[in-house]
């Protein structure tokens, strides 16, 4: 047997370990007790990893051989191919034509790599990440106030405050282990929790108060706090005195945005009718987050994408951190604004410097004398003061022509970047598009002229740096894919290829990562935070061994072996020594609702999908939570535009269109809809919003503002709607409305039109399959149709059409493909649309971790008498497991119980 193995998740930025461990036939995937991220917790998406890469072993999911121009070649000729069009580029156009478009989600020696190559070698500035969509706000927020980069808390602090405020973060669904701490924190000792978001969302489930604040009004929250701070003596003058500067400037431009609450609450939109809720007015709720603030000298204030998507995100940032600064309570313990990062290796990019306005090891591009060090340090000739183009204006210059080549890694940016329609363009026009992914079809690499397959997360070997600035292991545990190799090694290979072989000596990872750590301690006479010098001349064992520890770890300052903060003692990474407090003004976001677009979108994620889905949507267990991208919206809304529960609806922006599944929920407030982020053009016909979004960004950051789009909303008129499920992918591009999931024996595809269609081509007999037949049920009068394909006794196919949308359980038509032989009475019970179990019809998943969907629930609360979530946990296991569905378990009690048996 071979031995486990210790790694860490590769979605969000909590970085929990986790032991894999070989079984008979693959892998389980357990959270590890000894890692002080999860300290053994595990969610719904790190559960179902192991689901993911098996998915992707048993289907044509993964991109397995290099490509050039759409012929598979080997790697030598795809290296050279590479390098060499890169050289032609850059001998017509020059270095600056050249660009990298990273990731997050790449591993810490990957993306030190990539930036050493462009900046230091090529002699291009432009490098940018898919991190300006995601924390950039956060870095020029952090910079401005502390002088450095730096998360100053740590996880253990949520476990210890009195009061957590979640602004501007879905906690619960987002980073669902920290959640599960703070919840159990909050039963052991009754931590007040504060949610502030336009939306009651799974993280309400454990919040003491909602303030559901009109949508980029945070600035006038905070200045309307930090106004009232100052005038009722809340602040702690005495710190303010030692170790912060422009405390009098950031008051008064506070007081003048917000004098009063009154006037806080009318900016914020706390002065309606729907801001109220069993707990008070909006105002009243105000009152009481503004004395719960004052009142508890252990705050943590977490934030993330509410706050940092918007064009006014760097605001929002000093508006929170001035807050803390100004009560003195910044790195102390349960006591610190607290940044939670989204993706595995957020805080690495950061640290290697992938941002276009950093350099390495926390060191700035502008400056001269950060760019002569660095470019002693990588004996580069071409490393030259200035930053390159941010995400946004990057792809502009590529539509303009400026750019000519841009080598895409680890992100999809035809769907997360704003306004995709425009990045299409730019994308199609570019001479030269690489693209590295470990699957094989994104919507980007439909750009590609040469893609190149990256090792996955199983087959990897590196480091990630979490949001508590720990950085961890993550280890191989499988033989790589097919022919797909580590991204460093793409890199490397290229980069020898190109002529820089001494600099890009590489034999794994490690000596990347000493190189690296010896960056970092580089003449860094201690201004420099990041400062991971004990590791600049690790051993290959040493490396391999490496258990988490925190940053920072040099000479100086051994990290110690629990938690660790920054900033507790009041001095800062500035030259003074102080932080600096940031006089701000709230200012609306850039565009404005308008006759023809009256209502706001907001968007973001699900519980159980990551991102553009290339992973997470291969896995049935994961699909089954919100198989289709729904249109959140309230039922006045859904009534004046005509919209009604499980139809569909249209969405318009300025820039674009999508198609959505409307729910209809009191969670959305009137004139605000919520989408997810994740649908494109290979999971669905019209169900991405990237394509709705426009590019407006932060002035500061250059972060797009995702949250806040100007739409319309109409409904759909289906003329039918159907189900089809089948073992091949299907080409439905001919069809106004089609969402793909995976089910647990077949894709499943929801579909609809709007005009007649020949429903049986959608189940195509093969041309050389003898053995193939149809089966059908048709019922013209009723508009219902229902077909199976069978090979033999197999079942290969079925389409389910009527006016609305067909009834049926869809785990059970698809569990059928899985079985040898479909028996008559299935046949039957197909063709009659019957399925056995009525409860199974259209039911919808709440734990993913023991299958657990509504029906169930429900049933135990009508049949067995269930009254609370501890109750469903016993009767049905659902909740016990990672706990990411408890949110939603009690929703459908709420829903389900008369109100007095609360
Ligand atoms: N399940 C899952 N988890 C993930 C990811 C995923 O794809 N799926 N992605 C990871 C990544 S990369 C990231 S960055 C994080 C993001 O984590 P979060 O930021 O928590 O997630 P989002 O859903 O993008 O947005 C958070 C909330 O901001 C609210 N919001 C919108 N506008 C405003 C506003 O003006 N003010 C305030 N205060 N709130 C507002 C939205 O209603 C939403 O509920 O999640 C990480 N974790
Ligand atoms: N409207 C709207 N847009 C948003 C957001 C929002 O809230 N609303 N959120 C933004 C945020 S915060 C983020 S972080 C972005 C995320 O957006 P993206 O980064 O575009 O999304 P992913 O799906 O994570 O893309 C990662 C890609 O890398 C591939 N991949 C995975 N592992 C590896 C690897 O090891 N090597 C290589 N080479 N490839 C790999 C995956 O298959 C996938 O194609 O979206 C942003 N866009
Ligand atoms: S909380 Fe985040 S890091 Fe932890 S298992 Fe879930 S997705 Fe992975
Ligand atoms: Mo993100």
């Not at 898919?130 to 002088?147: D, I, P, Q, W």
């Not at 470019?375 to 941010?390: M, N, T």
């Not at 048709?778 to 199976?788: E, M, P, S």
């Given at each position: 047997?071979?031995?486990?193995?210790?790694?860490?998740?590769?979605?969000?930025?909590?970085?929990?370990?986790?032991?894999?461990?070989?079984?008979?036939?693959?892998?389980?995937?357990?959270?590890?007790?000894?890692?002080?991220?999860?300290?053994?917790?595990?969610?719904?998406?790190?559960?179902?990893?192991?689901?993911?890469?098996?998915?992707?072993?048993?289907?044509?999911?993964?991109?397995?051989?290099?490509?050039?121009?759409?012929?598979?070649?080997?790697?030598?000729?795809?290296?050279?191919?590479?390098?060499?069009?890169?050289?032609?580029?850059?001998?017509?156009?020059?270095?600056?034509?050249?660009?990298?478009?990273?990731?997050?989600?790449?591993?810490?020696?990957?993306?030190?790599?990539?930036?050493?190559?462009?900046?230091?070698?090529?002699?291009?500035?432009?490098?940018?990440?898919?991190?300006?969509?995601?924390?950039?706000?956060?870095?020029?927020?952090?910079?401005?106030?502390?002088?450095?980069?730096?998360?100053?808390?740590?996880?253990?602090?949520?476990?210890?405050?009195?009061?957590?405020?979640?602004?501007?973060?879905?906690?619960?669904?987002?980073?669902?282990?920290?959640?599960?701490?703070?919840?159990?924190?909050?039963?052991?000792?009754?931590?007040?929790?504060?949610?502030?978001?336009?939306?009651?969302?799974?993280?309400?489930?454990?919040?003491?108060?909602?303030?559901?604040?009109?949508?980029?009004?945070?600035?006038?929250?905070?200045?309307?706090?930090?106004?009232?701070?100052?005038?009722?003596?809340?602040?702690?003058?005495?710190?303010?005195?030692?170790?912060?500067?422009?405390?009098?400037?950031?008051?008064?431009?506070?007081?003048?945005?917000?004098?009063?609450?009154?006037?806080?609450?009318?900016?914020?939109?706390?002065?309606?009718?729907?801001?109220?809720?069993?707990?008070?007015?909006?105002?009243?709720?105000?009152?009481?987050?503004?004395?719960?603030?004052?009142?508890?000298?252990?705050?943590?204030?977490?934030?993330?994408?509410?706050?940092?998507?918007?064009?006014?995100?760097?605001?929002?940032?000093?508006?929170?951190?001035?807050?803390?600064?100004?009560?003195?309570?910044?790195?102390?313990?349960?006591?610190?604004?607290?940044?939670?990062?989204?993706?595995?290796?957020?805080?690495?990019?950061?640290?290697?410097?992938?941002?276009?306005?950093?350099?390495?090891?926390?060191?700035?591009?502008?400056?001269?004398?950060?760019?002569?060090?660095?470019?002693?340090?990588?004996?580069?000739?071409?490393?030259?003061?200035?930053?390159?183009?941010?995400?946004?204006?990057?792809?502009?210059?590529?539509?303009?022509?400026?750019?000519?080549?841009?080598?895409?890694?680890?992100?999809?940016?035809?769907?997360?970047?704003?306004?995709?329609?425009?990045?299409?363009?730019?994308?199609?026009?570019?001479?030269?598009?690489?693209?590295?992914?470990?699957?094989?079809?994104?919507?980007?690499?439909?750009?590609?002229?040469?893609?190149?397959?990256?090792?996955?997360?199983?087959?990897?070997?590196?480091?990630?740096?979490?949001?508590?600035?720990?950085?961890?292991?993550?280890?191989?545990?499988?033989?790589?894919?097919?022919?797909?190799?580590?991204?460093?090694?793409?890199?490397?290979?290229?980069?020898?290829?190109?002529?820089?072989?001494?600099?890009?000596?590489?034999?794994?990872?490690?000596?990347?990562?000493?190189?690296?750590?010896?960056?970092?301690?580089?003449?860094?006479?201690?201004?420099?935070?990041?400062?991971?010098?004990?590791?600049?001349?690790?051993?290959?064992?040493?490396?391999?061994?490496?258990?988490?520890?925190?940053?920072?770890?040099?000479?100086?300052?051994?990290?110690?072996?629990?938690?660790?903060?920054?900033?507790?003692?009041?001095?800062?990474?500035?030259?003074?020594?102080?932080?600096?407090?940031?006089?701000?003004?709230?200012?609306?976001?850039?565009?404005?609702?308008s006759k023809d677009f009256p209502l706001i979108a907001n968007s973001g994620r699900y519980r159980d999908q990551w991102h553009t889905m290339t992973r997470t949507g291969t896995a049935a267990r994961l699909s089954a939570h919100r198989p289709e991208p729904l249109l959140e919206v309230n039922p006045k809304d859904a009534g004046h535009y005509g919209l009604t529960?499980?139809?569909?609806?249209?969405?318009?922006?300025?820039?674009?269109?999508?198609?959505?599944?409307?729910?209809?929920?009191?969670?959305?407030?009137?004139?605000?809809?919520?989408?997810?982020?994740?649908?494109?053009?290979?999971?669905?016909?019209?169900?991405?919003?990237?394509?709705?979004?426009?590019?407006?960004?932060?002035?500061?950051?250059?972060?797009?503002?995702?949250?806040?789009?100007?739409?319309?909303?109409?409904?759909?008129?289906?003329?039918?709607?159907?189900?089809?499920?089948?073992?091949?992918?299907?080409?439905?591009?001919?069809?106004?409305?089609?969402?793909?999931?995976?089910?647990?024996?077949?894709?499943?595809?929801?579909?609809?039109?709007?005009?007649?269609?020949?429903?049986?081509?959608?189940?195509?007999?093969?041309?050389?399959?003898?053995?193939?037949?149809?089966?059908?049920?048709?019922?013209?009068?009723?508009?219902?149709?229902?077909?199976?394909?069978?090979?033999?006794?197999?079942?290969?196919?079925?389409?389910?059409?009527?006016?609305?949308?067909?009834?049926?359980?869809?785990?059970?038509?698809?569990?059928?493909?899985?079985?040898?032989?479909?028996?008559?009475?299935?046949?039957?019970?197909?063709?009659?649309?019957?399925?056995?179990?009525?409860?199974?019809?259209?039911?919808?998943?709440?734990?993913?971790?023991?299958?657990?969907?509504?029906?169930?629930?429900?049933?135990?609360?009508?049949?067995?008498?269930?009254?609370?979530?501890?109750?469903?946990?016993?009767?049905?296991?659902?909740?016990?497991?990672?706990?990411?569905?408890?949110?939603?378990?009690?929703?459908?009690?709420?829903?389900?119980?008369?109100?007095?048996?609360?």
């Open positions: 047997m071979r031995d486990e193995v210790k790694t860490t998740c590769p979605y969000c930025g909590v970085g929990c370990g986790l032991i894999i461990s070989p079984t008979r036939d693959g892998f389980a995937v357990g959270g590890d007790p000894d890692h002080p991220a999860n300290l053994g917790r595990i969610c719904s998406k790190g559960a179902a990893l192991i689901d993911t890469i098996t998915a992707e072993t048993k289907r044509d999911f993964r991109l397995l051989e290099p490509e050039v121009d759409g012929q598979q070649v080997n790697w030598s000729t795809a290296i050279a191919e590479t390098a060499n069009r890169l050289r032609d580029t850059i001998a017509k156009h020059g270095p600056k034509s050249v660009a990298f478009y990273v990731s997050g989600q790449l591993l810490t020696e990957d993306y030190y790599v990539a930036n050493k190559l462009i900046k230091g070698f090529i002699g291009s500035p432009h490098i940018d990440t898919n991190s300006r969509l995601c924390m950039a706000s956060t870095v020029v927020g952090h910079k401005r106030a502390f002088g450095a980069d730096v998360v100053p808390g740590c996880y253990e602090d949520l476990e210890i405050a009195d009061l957590v405020i979640l602004t501007g973060s879905n906690l619960a669904w987002c980073h669902p282990v920290l959640n599960q701490r703070l919840r159990a924190a909050k039963e052991k000792r009754g931590t007040k929790i504060v949610v502030i978001d336009p939306r009651r969302t799974a993280s309400c489930d454990i919040a003491d108060l909602h303030l559901a604040i009109k949508p980029g009004s945070d600035v006038a929250l905070f200045n309307g706090l930090l106004a009232w701070l100052d005038q009722n003596g809340n602040t702690d003058l005495r710190y303010v005195a030692r170790h912060v500067s422009g405390y009098e400037h950031a008051v008064a431009e506070a007081r003048a945005d917000c004098p009063d609450i009154e006037i806080t609450a009318q900016k914020c939109g706390l002065d309606t009718q729907e801001s109220a809720d069993e707990l008070g007015s909006g105002l009243e709720k105000l009152e009481t987050f503004f004395s719960w603030f004052a009142a508890f000298d252990r705050t943590v204030t977490v934030f993330s994408q509410g706050v940092n998507q918007s064009s006014s995100g760097s605001d929002k940032v000093n508006s929170i951190l001035n807050c803390h600064l100004a009560t003195g309570r910044v790195g102390k313990p349960g006591s610190s604004p607290f940044s939670v990062t989204g993706q595995p290796n957020a805080m690495g990019g950061r640290e290697v410097g992938g941002l276009a306005n950093q350099l390495a090891a926390h060191m700035n591009p502008n400056d001269p004398i950060d760019v002569d060090r660095v470019r002693r340090f990588w004996k580069s000739d071409v490393l030259e003061p200035g930053e390159g183009y941010k995400a946004v204006d990057m792809f502009r210059a590529i539509e303009s022509g400026e750019i000519k080549a841009v080598w895409i890694m680890a992100t999809n940016p035809a769907v997360s970047l704003p306004d995709t329609g425009r990045v299409r363009l730019a994308l199609s026009r570019c001479p030269l598009v690489i693209a590295s992914d470990v699957v094989n079809d994104t919507d980007t690499l439909r750009y590609a002229h040469i893609k190149l397959p990256a090792s996955g997360w199983a087959e990897k070997s590196g480091t990630v740096t979490n949001s508590e600035r720990r950085i961890s292991r993550q280890r191989p545990f499988r033989e790589a894919q097919g022919n797909a190799k580590p991204d460093w090694w793409i890199m490397t290979e290229v980069a020898r290829s190109m002529g820089y072989a001494k600099a890009f000596k590489y034999k794994g990872p490690s000596d990347i990562f000493a190189e690296h750590a010896a960056l970092s301690e580089f003449e860094n006479d201690g201004m420099r935070a990041f400062d991971i010098g004990i590791w600049h001349k690790p051993k290959k064992s040493a490396y391999d061994a490496m258990e988490p520890f925190q940053w920072p770890a040099s000479r100086k300052h051994q990290p110690a072996s629990g938690s660790e903060r920054l900033y507790g003692n009041g001095i800062f990474t500035t030259s003074s020594g102080r932080a600096k407090m940031i006089g701000v003004e709230h200012i609306p976001p850039q565009s404005q609702l529960d499980g139809s569909i609806a249209r969405i318009n922006s300025k820039h674009g269109t999508s198609l959505m599944r409307v729910l209809v929920t009191d969670a959305q407030l009137p004139g605000q809809v919520f989408v997810p982020m994740h649908w494109n053009d290979v999971f669905s016909g019209a169900g991405g919003i990237g394509r709705l979004m426009p590019p407006n960004v932060d002035p500061h950051s250059g972060q797009p503002e995702s949250k806040y789009v100007p739409v319309s909303i109409e409904p759909f008129v289906t003329r039918w709607q159907g189900l089809l499920f089948s073992n091949t992918p299907v080409d439905l591009s001919h069809l106004p409305y089609w969402v793909s999931a995976t089910g647990p024996g077949s894709m499943i595809y929801e579909i609809a039109g709007d005009e007649a269609c020949m429903f049986k081509s959608l189940l195509p007999i093969a041309a050389n399959a003898d053995d193939q037949h149809i089966i059908e049920y048709n019922d013209t009068k009723k508009g219902v149709h229902r077909y199976a394909r069978l090979n033999g006794g197999r079942i290969s196919g079925a389409l389910f059409i009527s006016p609305d949308r067909p009834a049926l359980g869809r785990d059970w038509v698809s569990n059928l493909f899985t079985t040898e032989t479909v028996a008559t009475a299935e046949r039957n019970a197909l063709l009659a649309g019957r399925m056995p179990d009525a409860g199974a019809i259209n039911d919808r998943l709440i734990c993913s971790c023991f299958s657990v969907g509504l029906a169930s629930i429900s049933k135990a609360i009508t049949e067995q008498n269930a009254v609370s979530a501890s109750d469903i946990g016993r009767l049905l296991q659902a909740g016990t497991g990672c706990g990411s569905c408890l949110p939603e378990i009690k929703e459908i009690l709420d829903d389900a119980l008369p109100r007095a048996a609360e």
